[in-house]
């Protein structure tokens, strides 16, 4: 099994920046996929970014691309989100999921293990 626990609940002004970082306390010697997924209100949980186990491997949104960078520390179990360039449509709860396999999993139903969430909200 493994817990997730987000943290870097954030309100900014457009055009700033905020990391948000997730700890996973695993109970496995599995190695497992990391990923960010938000959710606006009113709107489906979409996919952000996702990362392979060793980091070699990374995927995004193209929403996301060229703004956004997640990265990992196994040594710490932790990923991160760092966002910049934020935009009023990046307001949403972010949430951090991880997956016991080797895919990147952009659909949300492909992801077994969610953190609780945490706010960003991006001022205009």
């Known amino acids: 099994q493994v817990q997730l626990v987000e943290s870097g609940v954030g309100l900014v002004q457009a055009g700033g920046s905020l990391r948000l970082s997730c700890a996973a306390s695993a109970r496995t010697s599995s190695s497992y996929v990391m990923a960010w997924f938000r959710q606006a209100p009113g709107k489906e949980r979409e996919f952000v970014a996702a990362i392979s186990w060793r980091g070699i491997s990374i995927n995004y949104a193209d929403s996301v691309k060229g703004r956004f960078t997640i990265s990992r520390d196994n040594a710490k179990n932790t990923v991160y989100l760092q966002m910049n360039s934020l935009k009023p449509e990046d307001t949403a709860v972010y949430y951090c999921?991880?997956?016991?396999?080797?895919?990147?999993?952009?659909?949300?139903?492909?992801?077994?293990?969610w953190g609780q969430g945490t706010q960003v909200t991006v001022s205009s």
């Open positions: 999921t991880a997956d016991l396999g080797v895919f990147l999993h952009t659909r949300r139903n492909d992801y077994e293990y």
